[in-house]
């Protein structure tokens, strides 16, 4: 009896599987196609990551020579400070020669950061293994 009851089982599935097949097959090889479609995008925007420019590599080494120009500037003025204090930037720009807060040349925005942190670039880094097109220092 349980014989029967899994052979009735099995095509009642494949009956069903059979009539969407030819009711619909348009619809099925379409949305495979559009899947497939899909997977290949995707796959080719990942191919994509990682590949860093000349001048992506040209706009990381400027930020990061401004990010080192940020932070000797605020260690110079965190020295006409108590040890610890946090410095602003109208305290920093006077030192760099400057009379706005500079811009990332990769379209980033530069924070001072708390005393014992160094100063930060908002693109930051990419998480890749090549640091060239980093935006952040490390000290």
């Known amino acids: 009896m349980k014989k029967v009851i899994?052979?009735?089982?099995?095509?009642v599935i494949v009956?069903?599987?059979?009539?969407?097949?030819?009711?619909?097959?348009?619809?099925?090889?379409s949305k495979v196609l559009r899947t497939k479609a899909?997977?290949?995008?995707?796959?080719g925007n990942i191919s994509n990551i990682g590949k860093i420019t000349p001048e992506d590599i040209q706009k990381a080494k400027q930020c990061r020579d401004n990010l080192q120009r940020i932070q000797s500037a605020k260690i110079a003025?965190?020295?006409?400070?108590?040890?610890g204090q946090d410095v602003t930037w109208e305290e920093i720009l006077p030192?760099?020669?400057l009379k706005d807060i500079p811009r990332?040349?990769?379209?980033?925005?530069?924070?001072?950061?708390?005393?014992?942190?160094?100063?930060?670039?908002s693109i930051g880094?990419?998480?890749?293994?090549?640091?060239s097109d980093d935006h952040m220092i490390y000290h």
């Open 95 to 97: 030192i760099m020669n």
């Open 6 to 11: 899994k052979i009735l089982v099995v095509v």
């Open 125 to 131: 880094t990419n998480g890749s293994v090549d640091t």
């Open 15 to 29: 009956g069903g599987l059979a009539l969407v097949w030819f009711k619909n097959p348009g619809d099925i090889q």
């Open 104 to 121: 990332c040349p990769g379209g980033g925005n530069y924070r001072i950061n708390p005393a014992l942190q160094v100063p930060s670039c």
């Open 38 to 43: 899909q997977a290949q995008k995707a796959a």
């Open 77 to 83: 003025a965190q020295q006409r400070k108590a040890v």
